[in-house]
């Protein structure tokens, strides 16, 4: 029986969806973070429960041939880039793994497997960064939440990010410095400045600044202008978004423009795009091209087919694929992105398009009145995935198609077994590559009536 503090040789066999490599030692399973499949180990153990326990890496003794040496100075305190120690074919050979051993796990599903189709880009492809703020005793540090907590890593030049998302983090703090802001404190719930988010254009190149306060009031706002557009003119949108709440979601509910407009453009799939703070929008932008183009394909359009897009966002992907058909309706919780999504479709010329505030039941009621009944359903819901009541609302309108666009595997398959319950047979899968370097990925699905 292992006890904490061993120390032991490991091979490691195995990765699970969270990076952790898996090895077995005497019948006992031991998980062992940033390790690769083949590597060979000295690990001391951490933590030993009934049936499995935790190690770390002392040394390792003979690397595996998947592994390469890390490019980043915080990769092993940071929870972002959980595979940086792995090659990248490696990585999207396990992540495809994950996406049909879910579906056959979780879902009890079988479907013919392809290749995952990688990214364009493996580092610089994010065009959206969230980053907390920490009072350090150098001054402010902006970074990233160590893995599975709220401590801030400080770190401002990720390799996922544009390298002027750092530039500007950099600026920000010198200002708080300067001026003597304080950061927010999540302890004592004191401070003012919480994180600083910004999203770039990758066609437009245009930014927006969005700097979330316990407060209402930047001091010294007009110098922060001033000086941080001056440096920087790229920037199109500055914003100021109040949270005073005690929660870990990052926006609130209230933004107040202070330079430019309150949105950025940029162009997806040939489609110019306004995006507003709270609207939803992919943040790799070569690979959401990758993705709408495999959910037109599965999807099959026709010019006599009414689209509804639910959990439409800004409109991204119905207005990707309203030439091809006669009618695309879009449905969003957030009004403000409902806003954007017209804004665009009008800006576009695009004429068949309309877009509800509202979620899908709702949805399905006004259409129902209307007496129109969609031919094509695509879904792209959080990574929670889809209520039950969702899914049935779904059924009950009885398209010929289902796309399932999701960043959740596993809930995926999850729903994918209750919609085949509900008549709707999973036909295709395919695992789409959108966030190089961590554990998520994209895949999409395609669903018929079981009578197709």
Known sequence: ML?????????????????????????????VPMSAVGDKLSVRIVKVQKNLCYGIIEEILTPSPMRIEPDCPVYKKCGGCSLRHIRYDEECRLKNRIVYEN?????????????????????????????PLT??????????????????????????????????????EQFLDRYHIPVYDEETRTGLVRHVYLRQGAVSGELMLCLVLNGSELPHCSQFVNRITEQFPELASIMLNINRERTNVILGKK???????????????GVRFDISPMAFYQINHDGAEQLYRIAGEFAQLTPDDVLLDLYCGAGTIGLSLAHQVKEVI?????????????????????????????????????????????????????????????????????????????????????DAAILRELGYIPRRLQAVDMFPRTTHVECVALMTRTEQ
């Open 135 to 172: 009072q350090t005793e150098t001054g402010v540090r902006g970074g990233f939440f160590a893995s599975r907590s709220h401590r801030v890593i400080p770190y401002e030049d990720c390799a996922l990010q544009p390298p002027v998302f750092g530039e500007i983090l950099r600026f920000v």
């Open 330 to 414: 879009g449905v969003e919780i957030v009004r403000e992105a409902v806003e954007n999504a017209t804004q665009n479709a009008r800006k576009n010329g695009i004429e068949n398009a309309r877009f509800l505030c509202g979620d899908a039941a709702q949805a399905a009621q006004t259409l129902a009145k209307e007496g129109i009944r969609p031919n094509v359903v695509i879904i792209d819901p959080p990574r929670k995935g889809c209520s039950p009541d969702l899914l049935h609302t779904i059924a009950e309108m009885n398209p010929d198609r289902l796309v399932y666009v999701s960043c959740n595997s596993a809930t995926l398959a999850r």
């Open 3 to 31: 006890s904490k503090n061993d120390i032991i040789t490991l091979e490691i066999v195995d990765l699970t969806a969270e990076a952790m490599g898996v090895g077995r030692h005497e019948g006992m399973a031991v998980f």
């Open 255 to 269: 933004s107040r423009l202070i330079y430019g407009k309150d949105h950025i453009t940029d162009t997806l799939c």
């Open 103 to 131: 579906m056959r796990r979780i879902g009890g599903i079988e479907l013919e497997e392809h290749p995952l189709l990688p990214s364009p880009a493996v580092d610089g492809y994010r065009n959206k960064a969230q980053y």
